[in-house]
C-alpha cells in the first residue's frame, strides 16, 4: 500500500508544480485507484503487483467506502452552507440584518438542516429568535439546555432561588458544585459551556408585574417553568398584552402536562383553561407531594419541542391542545382547549379580533 500512497503523492506533487486544478489531481488518484483495483480482480493470489498493492482488494474497498462517506458529507454541509446564505440574502434583500453561521455552527446544526421542516431558514430563525424562560427549576432546566442546544440566539431565564441540594434529585443543568449559587447565573455557566454561539440574558429575581411588561417585550415567546400559580397568572397576563405566545408545563408526583397559549393565534390562554388557581390542598407543591426525578425532563424537553416548532413553523404546535403524560402507567393523553369570550385576560383580544 505505501507505494500506492507514494504514487498518489507523487501525482498531487507534479499536479501542483503544473498547477493542475485540484479536481484534475482527485481525477488523477480516483484513476490510479480504479487501476489497482483491477489489478486486484485480474490478478492471481501472491502476484508480485498484488503484494506490492496491499495484497488484498478488502482494504482498498474499505478505504474507497470511507472516502466516500468523507465527500458525502463534505456535500451535505455544501448545501448546508448554500441554503443558510441563501437565507441571509433574501434577509438582506428585504432589509433585515442577516443571522450568519460559521462553520462550527453549520456543524453544529446539520441535523436540523438537513430536516426539510427546519432548514436552513429555519435555523436562521431559531438564531434570530429571543426566548425567555420563567423559572430555572425542573421543567425549566431541561428546556434551558435544549434551546441552547438547539441554538436560539438568545435566551433569557428569570428566577431568584439560589441552587439547593434537594434540586439536585430533578434539575439537571445545576451541579453540586453549584450549590448556593443563584439558579441563573449557575444555568448561564452550563448553557454558554454548551453552546457558546447563544446569548444567556440571567435576570436573578422574581417575576413581578411592575417588571412583567417590560421584560416581556424584548421577547419572541414566553416558557413558564414556574411552580406557583400566581406567578403563572402573572406570565400569562403579560404573555397576552405582548401578543407572544406562552409556552406552559406542569408537573404533580407521576404526571405532567403542557400546551401553548397563543390567543394572538385564536388559541386560549392559560386562564381561559384554569379561571382560578386550585385550593392549597388539591394542588400540593413538589416537596410536599413529591415529584418523579426525570419527569420534568420529559416535559420540559418537550417545552423546548414546541418552542422550536413555533419559531421555525415547523409542524403543528399545541395551540388549542393540552398533553397530559402519565409517567406511572406509560400513557399519555392530548385533550382540546378553547378560549373563553369572557376571559378576563384575553376576553379583550377575543374583542379585537371580532
Not at 500506492?4 to 481525477?27: D, N, Q, T
Not at 438564531?127 to 430555572?136: F, P, Q, T
Not at 406567578?231 to 409556552?247: H, M
Amino acid at each position: 500500500m505505501l507505494l500506492v500512497f507514494a504514487l498518489c503523492a507523487m501525482l498531487w506533487g507534479i499536479g501542483a508544480l503544473m498547477k493542475v486544478p485540484h479536481s484534475a489531481r482527485y481525477l488523477m488518484i480516483g484513476v490510479l485507484y480504479v487501476a489497482v483495483l483491477g489489478l486486484h480482480v485480474a490478478l492471481p493470489d501472491g502476484h508480485p503487483l498484488r503484494m506490492a498493492t496491499g495484497e488484498s482488494a478488502a482494504l482498498w474497498l474499505i478505504l474507497g467506502g470511507f472516502l466516500v462517506l468523507a465527500l458525502l458529507y463534505r456535500s451535505v454541509l455544501a448545501r448546508l452552507r448554500a441554503r443558510a446564505q441563501e437565507g441571509e440574502a433574501q434577509s438582506e434583500a428585504a432589509g433585515a440584518p442577516a443571522a450568519r453561521f460559521s462553520e462550527t455552527e453549520l456543524n453544529r446544526y446539520a441535523r436540523h438542516m438537513v430536516l426539510r421542516e427546519i432548514g436552513g431558514p429555519g435555523q436562521k430563525r431559531l438564531k434570530e429568535a429571543k426566548v425567555l424562560v420563567v423559572g430555572a427549576g425542573g421543567l425549566g432546566a431541561p428546556a434551558l439546555q435544549y434551546l441552547a442546544a438547539a441554538g436560539v440566539g438568545t435566551i433569557g431565564v428569570i428566577d431568584d432561588d439560589t441552587v439547593e441540594n434537594a434540586n439536585l434529585q430533578r434539575q439537571v443543568i445545576h451541579t453540586d458544585a453549584a450549590i448556593g449559587l443563584p439558579k441563573v447565573f449557575s444555568a448561564k455557566e452550563a448553557m454558554e459551556a454548551q453552546n457558546p454561539y447563544v446569548t444567556v440574558r440571567p435576570y436573578q429575581r422574581r417575576l413581578t408585574a411592575d417588571i412583567a411588561s417590560k421584560l416581556f417585550a424584548e421577547y419572541d415567546l414566553v416558557l413558564d417553568g414556574t411552580d406557583n400559580f400566581d406567578t403563572r397568572y402573572l406570565t400569562n397576563r403579560a404573555a397576552v398584552d405582548a401578543g407572544i405566545p406562552l409556552i406552559s408545563g406542569a408537573l404533580s408526583q407521576w404526571e405532567g402536562q403542557l400546551s401553548v397559549f397563543d390567543p394572538a393565534q385564536d388559541a386560549p390562554c392559560y386562564q381561559c383553561v384554569f379561571d382560578s388557581p386550585p385550593a392549597p390542598e388539591l394542588a400540593p407543591s413538589c416537596a410536599e407531594a413529591g415529584v418523579l426525578g426525570p419527569l420534568p425532563g420529559v416535559i420540559g424537553a418537550m417545552m423546548a419541542v414546541e418552542a422550536v416548532k413555533v419559531i421555525t413553523g415547523a409542524g403543528t404546535a399545541l395551540r388549542g391542545q393540552m398533553v397530559i403524560y402519565d409517567a406511572l402507567y406509560g400513557e399519555s393523553r392530548t385533550l382540546g382547549v378553547k378560549r373563553r369570550s369572557d376571559c378576563p385576560t384575553c376576553g379583550s383580544v377575543h374583542a379585537r379580533a371580532s
